[in-house]
């Protein structure tokens, strides 16, 4: 029996957790250092929103590879292909191209036209309170169902480098991550935030082309005995690993299912609020452009890394190992660390993974509370009238707290769950709510508030409403709900449906209605969103 295999067999963490502990501490006081120092110029909402608009494009795109990169790209993709070959690797390729569609049709167009949120963009030619109020329901849907994902990760990435198994425990750790979540955007806002995605973007890319390059070292920098050694460790499927199929090729149904979540996950990217808000941080359109080429060449790199590190797992530790471990298919990058490297190399993988959720969690964060202060606070209760010009950001700081809170406790009630479908949740909706509304905004010129709240609505309540009767809730052996089954649809993922649902929607609203729209100021909003005139400048301290 390997060293790896009997530390899982007697239950215990895998590595040192001391170890994996100290250097994710030593992440954590470097990072809250710099938080800390960012924040002294943490003065007005755009400072605390839009990090005063100062980062260059390069920064910014290191930034948004950070938040792009979160546990799921990490270990979820990773783990994937270890157990399911070409089709786990279908998930890198389709995350990958979802920054086209974010780069040609939204990345420029929206710097241009917003000021701190999505909501901004969505309601520059509508009724304000209505869709502001709408486009803020969203925004909070997505963000809570990504952030619910995050926080029972990490619980599971605890039982099994920290050894802490009870379910208490794991709970405390969550705590934990949450009230470390807190303290990065209270103190930091977006600045401090930025700053940590950049070190935590840096240190996973890092890491993962060590392994990457580790790994194939171990196989004479040839590919194709990786290949070959990947498939000689998974007898039960063999010849299978390398090519399509293994996951989503048994029926018509499970590659109906695989549509649905591409089409979920290549146009959920152009609508996800966290992702959309880092277009805000650089000073003009070009650096909003720059920012995003950097992050596709970023984020296309990790998803090659991705590629060796999937079948270096099932390679080197093998499928069975692998799905024997506490957090199953997620255990295999630290497992495959671990391997190679030993305990130093999984306490730094280790670190990592604890690095990309602490941070994706606080950009998550401090999207929700800008969009509650910004669009509820500001724009709806107070109708734009704030006395006080640091009442906002007040106001943005308190709800990040109660969000906070409310993502600590939904992760431990998530913890141990199938979390799978909360990420998939999170792109379907953006994709279905979102996308649609921010496209027709920008390009059709008949388009009014009536269709905006049509889509917006239709497509956040029929995704949900999809995945609440669909298989990964309940009716299956590793549904969230077992022992019950009241699942109407039949996929897993309700892409395929909501997102037509939510264009057409968007369409017939806004043809059904009596609302002439608002033709000067769509002239207004395409002046400026071609041309950037008009749009919120840098601000200097």
Same mark, same amino acid.
């Given at each position: 029996?390997?060293?790896?295999?009997?530390?899982?067999?007697?239950?215990?963490?895998?590595?040192?957790?001391?170890?994996?502990?100290?250097?994710?501490?030593?992440?954590?006081?470097?990072?809250?250092?710099?938080?800390?120092?960012?924040?002294?110029?943490?003065?007005?909402?755009?400072?605390?929103?839009?990090?005063?608009?100062?980062?260059?494009?390069?920064?910014?795109?290191?930034?948004?590879?950070?938040?792009? !990169?979160?546990?799921?790209?990490?270990? *979820?993709? %990773?783990?994937? +292909? &270890? @157990?399911? /070959?070409?089709?786990?690797? #279908? $998930?890198?390729?389709?995350?990958?191209?979802?920054?086209?569609?974010?780069?040609?049709?939204?990345?420029?167009?929206?710097?241009?036209?917003?000021?701190?949120?999505?909501?901004?963009?969505?309601?520059?030619?509508?009724?304000?309170?209505?869709?502001?109020?709408?486009?803020?329901?969203?925004?909070?849907?997505?963000?809570?169902?990504?952030?619910?994902?995050?926080?029972?990760?990490?619980?599971?990435?605890?039982?099994?480098? !920290?050894?802490?198994?009870?379910?208490? *425990?794991? %709970?405390?750790? +969550? &705590? @934990?991550? /949450?009230?470390?979540?807190? #303290? $990065?955007?209270?103190?930091?806002?977006?600045?401090?935030?930025?700053?940590?995605?950049?070190?935590?973007?840096?240190?996973?890319?890092?890491?993962?082309?060590?392994?990457?390059?580790?790994?194939?070292?171990?196989?004479?920098?040839?590919?194709?005995?990786?290949?070959?050694?990947?498939?000689?460790?998974?007898?039960?499927?063999?010849?299978?690993?390398?090519?399509?199929?293994?996951?989503?090729?048994?029926?018509?149904?499970?590659?109906?299912?695989?549509?649905?979540? *591409?089409? %979920?996950?290549?146009?959920?990217?152009? /609508?996800?609020?966290?992702? #959309?808000?880092?277009?805000?941080?650089?000073?003009?359109?070009?650096?909003?452009?720059?920012?995003?080429?950097?992050?596709?060449?970023?984020?296309?790199?990790?998803?090659?890394?991705?590629?060796?590190?999937?079948?270096?797992?099932?390679?080197?530790?093998?499928?069975?190992?692998?799905?024997?471990?506490?957090?199953?298919?997620?255990?295999?990058?630290?497992?495959?660390?671990?391997?190679?490297?030993?305990?130093?190399?999984?306490?730094?993988?280790?670190?990592?993974?604890?690095?990309?959720?602490?941070?994706?969690?606080?950009?998550?964060?401090?999207?929700?509370?800008?969009?509650?202060?910004?669009?509820?606070?500001?724009?709806?209760?107070?109708?734009?009238?704030?006395?006080?010009?640091?009442?906002?950001?007040?106001?943005?700081?308190?709800?990040?707290?109660?969000?906070?809170?409310?993502?600590?406790?939904?992760?431990?009630?998530?913890?141990?769950?199938?979390?799978?479908?909360?990420?998939?949740?999170?792109?379907?909706?953006?994709?279905?709510?979102?996308?649609?509304?921010?496209?027709?905004?920008?390009?059709?010129?008949?388009?009014?508030?009536?269709?905006?709240?049509?889509?917006?609505?239709?497509?956040?309540?029929?995704?949900?409403?999809?995945?609440?009767?669909?298989?990964?809730?309940?009716?299956?052996?590793?549904?969230?709900?077992?022992?019950?089954?009241?699942?109407?649809?039949?996929?897993?993922?309700?892409?395929?449906?909501?997102?037509?649902?939510?264009?057409?929607?968007?369409?017939?609203?806004?043809?059904?209605?009596?609302?002439?729209?608002?033709?000067?100021?769509?002239?207004?909003?395409?002046?400026?969103?071609?041309?950037?005139?008009?749009?919120?400048?840098?601000?200097?301290?």
């Amino acid at each position: 029996m390997s060293a790896p295999t009997a530390v899982l067999a007697q239950g215990e963490a895998t590595g040192s957790p001391v170890l994996n502990i100290s250097i994710f501490a030593g992440f954590v006081v470097i990072t809250l250092i710099v938080v800390f120092r960012a924040s002294k110029n943490t003065k007005s909402a755009a400072d605390y929103y839009a990090a005063g608009r100062a980062f260059t494009g390069p920064q910014n795109g290191i930034a948004i590879a950070g938040d792009y !990169l979160s546990a799921a790209s990490f270990l *979820g993709i %990773a783990g994937a +292909i &270890a @157990i399911y /070959g070409y089709d786990g690797f #279908l $998930y890198s390729i389709g995350f990958l191209v979802a920054w086209l569609v974010a780069l040609l049709l939204v990345a420029e167009l929206l710097r241009n036209t917003g000021k701190y949120t999505m909501a901004d963009v969505l309601s520059f030619r509508m009724k304000q309170k209505p869709v502001r109020t709408a486009a803020a329901l969203s925004t909070l849907a997505v963000s809570f169902f990504y952030l619910l994902a995050q926080m029972a990760g990490a619980g599971g990435l605890v039982a099994l480098l !920290l050894g802490i198994t009870d379910s208490w *425990g794991q %709970a405390i750790v +969550i &705590a @934990i991550v /949450g009230a470390l979540m807190i #303290l $990065y955007v209270l103190i930091g806002g977006m600045k401090g935030t930025t700053w940590v995605q950049i070190i935590k973007a840096v240190l996973l890319i890092v890491g993962a082309g060590v392994m990457t390059l580790w790994v194939l070292g171990m196989y004479g920098f040839n590919l194709s005995a990786l290949l070959g050694a990947a498939v000689e460790n998974s007898p039960k499927v063999g010849e299978k690993l390398l090519g399509p199929g293994l996951q989503y090729g048994k029926s018509g149904l499970t590659q109906l299912d695989f549509v649905s979540l *591409g089409l %979920a996950l290549v146009l959920g990217t152009a /609508g996800l609020p966290h992702i #959309l808000m880092r277009f805000y941080t650089v000073p003009t359109a070009k650096e909003a452009r720059r920012s995003v080429v950097w992050s596709i060449w970023l984020i296309g790199i990790f998803y090659l890394f991705t590629l060796v590190l999937g079948y270096g797992a099932a390679a080197l530790v093998g499928p069975d190992r692998i799905l024997a471990a506490p957090g199953k298919a997620n255990s295999a990058a630290p497992l495959l660390a671990f391997e190679i490297g030993g305990t130093l190399l999984l306490g730094f993988i280790a670190a990592v993974a604890f690095a990309t959720i602490l941070a994706v969690v606080a950009g998550l964060t401090i999207t929700a509370s800008a969009s509650f202060a910004h669009d509820i606070y500001a724009n709806v209760i107070k109708n734009g009238q704030v006395d006080d010009k640091n009442a906002e950001v007040k106001v943005a700081r308190r709800t990040a707290v109660v969000i906070g809170i409310v993502s600590i406790l939904g992760g431990i009630l998530a913890n141990g769950q199938n979390i799978a479908f909360l990420v998939a949740l999170a792109f379907a909706v953006a994709a279905s709510a979102n996308l649609p509304t921010i496209l027709y905004s920008l390009f059709w010129k008949r388009f009014n508030t009536t269709g905006a709240l049509w889509s917006i609505y239709g497509g956040l309540g029929s995704t949900v409403l999809l995945i609440a009767f669909s298989p990964v809730v309940s009716g299956r052996a590793n549904s969230m709900i077992t022992g019950v089954d009241f699942h109407l649809f039949p996929l897993d993922n309700p892409g395929i449906v909501s997102i037509p649902l939510a264009f057409l929607l968007g369409y017939l609203g806004t043809v059904f209605s009596k609302d002439p729209g608002n033709d000067a100021k769509y002239a207004e909003m395409e002046v400026r969103a071609l041309t950037g005139a008009g749009a919120e400048k840098a601000t200097q301290h």
